[in-house]
């Protein structure tokens, strides 16, 4: 039940299964079907519950959270090793890949919380509700 007194759909209160399934690379709604059919391009439909996974644009949010997440795991290594003096093979040897690899490994997985989100708010086309936006006049 909502504040106003309306039922709410059960499928849409679960929002950490949702969140589990994209994680996995999965449909939220169902975890059953792909979310992605490229490396960041999400699948027109779900192919197990038909969803449109395609109306759920996550734009650059995705981005933005990544740069984050990476920016706080990576930096104090960078500066530790700032601070020891470290070589510079240190630098392109092992904390340039691994800047490089969390971001590739962490940006789908956060993409699909961001899809997940999206659905669980029903957040389609960047408009609550679903609807789409009006044309400007």
């Keep these: 039940m ?3 007194g309306e039922a709410t ?3 849409r209160s679960d929002r950490w299964t949702a969140i589990k399934r994209a994680l996995a690379g999965r449909c939220p709604i169902c975890g059953q079907g792909k979310l992605f059919r490229a490396y ?3 699948s027109d439909h779900c192919s197990g519950c038909g969803a449109p996974l ?3 644009r996550a ?3 995705p981005a933005w959270a990544t740069i984050l997440v990476v920016g ?3 930096v104090p290594f ?3 090793t700032v601070r020891s003096n470290a070589p510079d093979w240190v ?3 092992l904390l340039f890949p691994l800047t490089i690899a969390l971001t590739l490994g962490l940006l789908p997985r956060i993409k699909g919380v961001f899809v997940a989100l999206l659905w669980s708010f029903e957040i389609k086309n960047g408009v609550p509700g679903g609807a789409s936006k009006a044309a400007p006049r």
Excluded: M, N, Q, R
Aim: no cysteine; aromatic share 16%; charged share 15%.
């Design 2 to 4: 909502t504040l106003s």
């Design 78 to 80: 960078f500066i530790l």
């Design 59 to 61: 734009d650059d949010g």
């Design 91 to 93: 630098y392109y040897a």
């Design 54 to 56: 395609a109306e759920y």
């Design 9 to 11: 759909s059960p499928a």
């Design 72 to 74: 706080h795991l990576v």
């Design 40 to 42: 960041l391009k999400l």
